[in-house]
């Protein structure tokens, strides 16, 4: 997983009126969950911008003031109409603790069913697995060249090394559907399961 640093400061106040009074000096109330008490402290909006505008997830080295902790960000909660982060939570990463996670889907290579007037359809964009956090990739890598027209991808189809794949297994990741000009070129063909591409490492 890709690394990210930022440092935060510990709350010395709690509540409503408090977390009003940080949104407006720019600093973000957080919260540090897996320790062994829930630690509440602030961070500078600018240093949550690679978090959050990013699908991309990171492992994040925190620093709150000298204390540092190893954690994934797990929410990210947003103003209903500014565009303004109100709270963000993270999950202290345990080296032998498993944690789950969304993982953004990235596809590799040219589908052979788009090359015959098929239509390529991603179903999904991201994935929830669960694994250590140092055998988290950065991207679910999934070759889809041999995809002919008609055929899919599926959750089931997918394996990674020390990962789990925690949705549906019949869930649709990505598929070649057909279209007129594809049964035009006599292109069509069934479902094949066994054709589908595994995800690469």
């Given at each position: 997983?890709?690394?990210?640093?930022?440092?935060?400061?510990?709350?010395?106040?709690?509540?409503?009126?408090?977390?009003?009074?940080?949104?407006?000096?720019e600093?973000?109330p957080?919260?540090?969950y897996?320790?062994?008490?829930?630690?509440?402290?602030?961070?500078?909006?600018?240093?949550?911008?690679?978090?959050?505008?990013?699908?991309?997830?990171?492992?994040?080295?925190?620093?709150?003031?000298g204390?540092?902790?190893?954690?994934?960000?797990?929410?990210?909660?947003?103003?209903?109409?500014?565009?303004q982060?109100?709270?963000?939570?993270?999950?202290?990463?345990?080296?032998?603790?498993?944690?789950?996670?969304?993982?953004?889907?990235?596809?590799?290579?040219?589908?052979?069913?788009?090359?015959?007037?098929?239509?390529?359809?991603?179903?999904?964009?991201?994935?929830?697995?669960?694994?250590?956090?140092?055998?988290?990739?950065?991207?679910?890598?999934?070759?889809?060249?041999?995809?002919?027209?008609?055929?899919?991808?599926?959750v089931?189809?997918?394996?990674?090394?020390?990962?789990?794949f925690?949705d549906?297994?019949?869930?649709?990741?990505?598929?070649?559907?057909?279209?007129?000009?594809?049964?035009?070129?006599?292109?069509?063909?069934?479902?094949?399961?066994?054709?589908?591409?595994?995800?690469?490492?």
């Open positions: 997983m890709k690394n990210l640093s930022i440092k935060g400061h510990l709350r010395t106040a709690l509540g409503k009126k408090e977390s009003k009074r940080l949104r407006a000096g600093m973000v957080a919260v540090l897996g320790t062994a008490e829930p630690v509440h402290f602030t961070i500078a909006a600018s240093e949550l911008r690679p978090l959050a505008y990013t699908p991309d997830v990171y492992l994040v080295n925190i620093d709150i003031d204390t540092a902790y190893q954690a994934i960000m797990q929410d990210i909660q947003w103003h209903a109409v500014e565009e982060i109100l709270h963000v939570d993270f999950l202290k990463v345990d080296d032998n603790k498993p944690v789950k996670v969304e993982l953004p889907i990235k596809l590799i290579g040219v589908a052979k069913g788009t090359k015959v007037g098929g239509k390529l359809k991603t179903n999904l964009r991201k994935l929830k697995v669960k694994g250590l956090a140092k055998n988290l990739p950065d991207t679910i890598d999934i070759n889809i060249t041999k995809l002919g027209v008609g055929q899919s991808i599926k089931a189809d997918l394996k990674i090394e020390n990962i789990e925690l549906a297994k019949s869930n649709v990741v990505v598929a070649v559907t057909i279209t007129r000009a594809a049964r035009s070129a006599g292109a069509s063909a069934p479902v094949q399961g066994d054709e589908s591409e595994e995800g690469e490492e």
